[in-house]
């Protein structure tokens, strides 16, 4: 089985940083790409950032220039660094990654965190 556990959310005033990381674990033979997805309160879950194994990157419109998404795929690793942070912004972020495990190379999977709640006071 493959784990994803997220760390980093809380509470914090507009304008404020936060940053989350996310730690892949379990039977895992490679990891194509991994990325954040956020959820708000009535809102359909959304991509905020994914970073490829390549290190190539995407971002969400409303986040260019004020997140930044990095990657350890050595340590099966992703990063969120959010700055300048915007009531707009809260919500549940969930991190995800494309998994090939081991036994199944050819074969990928989706993976999703639990989810860490990032809220974003006016």
């Known amino acids: 089985q493959v784990q994803l556990v997220e760390s980093g959310g809380g509470l914090v005033q507009a304008g404020g940083s936060l940053r989350l990381s996310c730690a892949a674990s379990g039977s895992i033979f490679s990891i194509t790409v991994m990325g954040w997805y956020r959820q708000g309160p009535g809102k359909q879950r959304e991509l905020v950032a994914h970073i490829t194994s390549g290190g190539s990157t995407n971002y969400a419109d409303s986040v260019k220039g004020r997140f930044t998404i990095s990657g350890d795929y050595a340590k099966n690793t992703v990063y969120l660094q959010m700055n300048s942070l915007k009531p707009e912004d809260t919500g549940a972020y969930y991190c995800?990654?494309?998994?090939?495990?081991?036994?199944?190379?050819?074969?990928?999977?989706?993976?999703w965190g639990q989810g860490t709640q990032v809220t974003v006071s006016s």
């Open positions: 995800h990654a494309e998994v090939s495990k081991v036994g199944h190379p050819g074969i990928f999977y989706d993976y």
